[in-house]
């Protein structure tokens, strides 16, 4: 998308020769500046045309991200970290050019300790990683946001996904860091203790930083036992309302449900097409629940009778491994699904989240501003947290079709801000929701942003540009 | 207690007439240079001798503490914050004078919303008051410290107590903050919502910042559901290793207890003693369950099962909600019930957190190295978080017991620190942790938390001389 006012005022900062320099002779191959390896780093799964950096390292540990640091510091050149690409803001286009420091080659699993339900990463490692490696050890991962995103940069955008209705997100299961300060030092935030009043909350403040001030070079997260139990169910709505309507009796209940997901008619359509499903094409909720035999058993009852009292039906378990899988990974397949339902086309997706009370009125809101849409359309969501997703699938060369899905886009941010709610619940603000973090967290909060910005990065190296503009 | 290395080279500022007479004009009656007034408000809970503000200030809503603070920061004199005065670890000190601002009569519960989960409190409510107000809507706010704290306080500590081993602390529960900068200004950080990706996490930076940022005005904490169904426990043990190892087995099953406390033999006397229970005077767990009928009865069958297993006996149940208050009580006034073990003593109080694993270890180094104390000690804890709190009952006028108590928690907070844990879980820095905080996060981590400090007060004006040096 040739977005004019995607980056306003972006000029890419000069980049040395000689830093170009220092970098071949400290990286070596693992410094590249050929066109296709910055054009694959200047993009991400957002609809915007990528604009590629000047350079990138493939880093493997976190001395060499201290020492590509080091170097673009003294020369006031950008600094983007980049996991596998798979965010859907914007976080990773050189819009002032800069180098890119390519985290996925450090892909350890630095320790598990299974007996503190902890375990501590590289952040080139991907949750599905990390998941295969805890397989004997009964304990998992549950922060599943959809796309097999790397551990770093989840954290660097606070992700959360199905399971956070349960487990929380990124914010809440993140324990410590090891980060790369602007000026090349390497620190430590946290410890692993499960709770702590030491200090300045440091790991809060980058886990959702975005890359603005500084490098994640490891990260300790929190671990579960694995479920005694599990079941799956997915059951389809005569309405939006009908289903928003169990899923928020199911949240004020206090059932605790491990997933919560809807999904539009549209979305339905798409999954049903691309994942070989055959669910009934109309609203669907799909539940998860984690716990024991009784448990999960007291759960999915609680559950079932609140959908059969609004209305659901075709209510289709799933408690076979291998049923569970088809359904989540159909699922986690909806975003590439939805694309699918206009091919070439490339998706401008909402991420709003909202009070729970809230929840059918934003999401019926967001339906009836898709309703004009000119352009296929899909909505999905972790309904459990008031969160949820419109994909708009425009052609990104048709400025027409780019104009009207950010005014649908614009109508539905601003209608959860106008509930109390935020803008972004999981993706993170990068280069598309800048604005309406300003009218959503307003003048104060973001200057103080700002002075955070400034004191930790003072010559705004750190993927600058993103978030707010200084 | 007259500590040499409370406050090194603190200096009390200069508080011009002017200011004197500014505040005087604006609050009239609501400010305070009464000596009493200002000894009340210069000491907390901990063994340190009072070192009075220069004047109190009792706001009684936001605009009164956005006056406080400007006029304050125009004269670049001090501001501390204070809620019910119940910090351990010195916090009201005023260390280099300045004045108070006392949020007790900020003490209005502003909105329950039930539907959302969530409730919105002015900083000087206590979590009882919070509770009382909640009683008919079927909810609860469940972070709870022991002593009658106030949630503004409570936020600015990242307090959390018995039950955070399954609700999180003051850092997962609050959603929002209203804040007054040290320049004046009014800010919101957060929305409503459950989650939120929306720039920096200026909640949780505020959220255990110990009022060095700014002076929290309103905060908006998650609610839930009361439980269908309660139990609890107490049961005691031959060895502290038992104890510790079902506390740990519990944890590592992933059972949802929503208390898990231990108290040694010592603590068991002094609630007897206090409480008036009948408690066997050995080393005890209480535990809480919290779910459905059927999930409390399995909760509570297994971990009768581990008790068992590892030498529990006398396992009394308290089911009935009169003997649970009874129990829970005795919990709480734990405190003062060891304070009076030794009448006229002042208590220094430990808050280590270590991962689970290295609770055991903690916990009976802890134990031996109390061993070697001349003055009565006890031991209690949260420990479900690897939490737990050693007292040492010291006569503050006797620079012997001083010394030996300082030395012995160092000492015990060092065992912490070497085991990947934190020198604080609860409490917060204030003035007694700040040589610990360094040990455990490093200069780097100081450094940065300097900086943050120095950009968002630039004068130094905000609590000064607490949990770092400047």
């Known amino acids: 998308m040739n977005h004019p006012t995607l980056a306003p005022g972006a000029v890419r900062r000069p980049v040395p020769a000689e830093l170009m320099d220092e970098l071949r002779d400290r990286f070596g191959e693992h410094f590249s500046t050929a066109a296709a390896v910055r054009e694959h780093h200047g993009r991400d799964e957002s609809p915007f045309a990528a604009i590629p950096p000047d350079g990138v390292v493939h880093a493997h540990d976190a001395d060499d991200v201290a020492a590509a640091v080091t170097a673009c510091a003294r020369h006031r050149v950008p600094v983007i970290p980049y996991g596998v690409g798979t965010s859907l803001e914007g976080h990773l286009l050189a819009v002032q050019g800069g180098i ?4 996925s080659q450090m892909n350890r699993v630095v320790s598990i300790d299974a007996d503190d339900l902890t375990a501590t990463v590289e952040p080139g490692v991907t949750r599905k990683q990390l998941n295969d490696a805890l397989k004997d050890t009964g304990l998992f991962f549950p922060i599943d946001p959809g796309a097999d995103a790397s551990i770093g940069g989840m954290a660097a955008t606070r992700a959360s996904g199905t399971n956070a209705v349960r487990y929380g997100s990124m914010r809440e299961n993140v324990l ?8 090349g030092e390497r620190i430590h935030t946290g410890t692993r203790a499960r709770k702590s009043a030491a200090g300045y909350d440091l790991t809060r403040l980058f886990v959702g930083s975005e ?5 994640i070079t490891a990260i300790t997260v929190r671990l579960y036992p694995q479920p005694e139990a599990l079941s799956a169910a997915s059951v389809s709505f005569p309405t939006v309302r009908a289903a928003v309507d169990t899923v928020i009796q199911t949240i004020q209940l206090g059932v605790p449900v491990a997933r919560s997901e809807f999904l539009d008619a549209s979305a339905v359509r798409a999954i049903n097409a691309y994942s070989k499903l055959e669910l009934r094409e109309q609203t669907t909720l799909f539940f998860e629940f984690h716990g024991s035999e009784a448990g999960v058993a007291e759960q999915a009852r609680t559950v079932q009778e609140l959908a059969r009292e609004n209305g659901g039906e075709d209510f289709e378990w799933a408690t076979r491994p291998e049923d569970r899988s088809r359904l989540w990974n159909a699922r986690h397949s909806a975003f590439f699904a939805g694309l699918q339902l206009r091919p070439g086309a490339r998706a401008i997706t909402t991420d709003t989240c909202v009070p729970i009370s809230r929840l059918a009125d934003s999401l019926i809101g967001a339906h009836e501003i898709l309703e004009r ?10 309904v459990g947290d008031g969160n949820f997703h419109c994909m708009l699938l425009i052609d990104p060369d048709n400025p027409d079709e780019v104009a009207e899905g950010e005014r649908l886009n614009a109508e539905i941010v601003r209608l959860a801000i106008s509930m109390d709610g935020t803008c972004t619940g999981e993706h993170g603000v990068g280069l598309h929701k800048m604005e309406f973090l300003r009218e959503e967290a307003g003048d104060g909060a973001i200057a103080m942003m700002r002075s955070i910005k400034r004191a930790l990065d003072p010559h705004d190296i750190m993927n600058p540009g993103k978030i707010f503009a200084l």
């Open 211 to 215: 890359g603005t001030l500084g490098v």
């Open 176 to 183: 410590g860091l090891e980060v790369v300060t602007a000026s």
């Open 373 to 382: 849409a000119t352009v296929p359309t899909t909505i999905l969501g972790h």
């Open 100 to 103: 890119s420091i390519d985290l």
